[in-house]
């Protein structure tokens, strides 16, 4: 419940006008040419990402991820997400060798499918909740390393893994070769609104289940 609150003070917050907000969508079925699943010919749809939202709130001081995938997180398969942030410095770019040499990042989050989350030793707020996932990132939890004018502008994507080892266990990038910041462009507005629309659809969701449990 505490991380609902959380999220869902958060997402007011947003509403209330004091943030920048962003989201891209990823196409469904557009696993790597380089990716090998587990089990030959079977792609888990959890491991396929189809829209990333990053907001920035000036009052909270934090970072709100929302991500859907092309099927519901399965906890009892494989996998787990990194989240590669680029706070101005973009100095670590290794997936040259799978096509995708413009995905840069200086510090990353690991969120597991059950919505342990973590970055740089600190502990995260996550939810996962059928194909969505939320993690908030107090920017406190960040080090500015380049010169990038705020939090607003720093560089995201995000990448589902059915391992951690090889860069052929990586299943997709959202965006494709590219990062973004949560800064939006105005065409961005109507593809943001629709993502955390979705997310608030997530989380009314899991209100209900829990309620339904108590």
């Avoid at 209330?16 to 989201?23: M, N, V």
């Avoid at 829209?51 to 934090?62: E, G, P, R």
């Avoid at 994507?157 to 949560?182: S, T």
Wanted: contains cysteine; glycine residues 12%; proline residues 8%.
């Amino acid at each position: 419940m505490r991380k609902l609150l959380l999220c869902a003070g958060v997402v007011f917050a947003l509403a209330a006008g004091s943030a920048s907000a962003r989201t891209v969508a990823d196409p469904t079925g557009d696993f790597l040419p380089s990716f090998v699943p587990l089990v030959p010919g079977v792609f888990d749809p959890d491991l396929d990402v189809t829209s990333l939202s990053v907001a920035y709130d000036k009052v909270a001081n934090a970072f709100l991820i929302g991500a859907t995938f092309a099927g519901n997180v399965d906890p009892s398969k494989p996998g787990l997400y990194v989240l590669g942030i680029d706070t101005g410095l973009g100095a670590i770019h290794p997936f040259g060798g799978i096509g995708e040499p413009d995905v840069r990042f200086d510090q990353v989050a690991v969120i597991q499918k059950n919505g342990l989350a973590t970055l740089s030793g600190h502990t995260l707020t996550a939810t996962v909740s059928g194909d969505s996932l939320m993690l908030l990132i107090p920017n406190q939890f960040l080090i500015p390393t380049g010169s990038k004018p705020g939090p607003q502008h720093y560089g995201f994507n995000l990448w589902p893994r059915n391992g951690l080892g090889n860069n052929n266990q990586i299943a997709d990038f959202a965006p494709q070769n590219a990062v973004f910041a949560a800064a939006p462009e105005p065409a961005s507005w109507a593809l943001m609104l629709a993502g955390f629309g979705g997310l608030g659809a997530a989380l009314r969701r899991r209100r209900a289940m829990a309620a339904a449990m108590a």
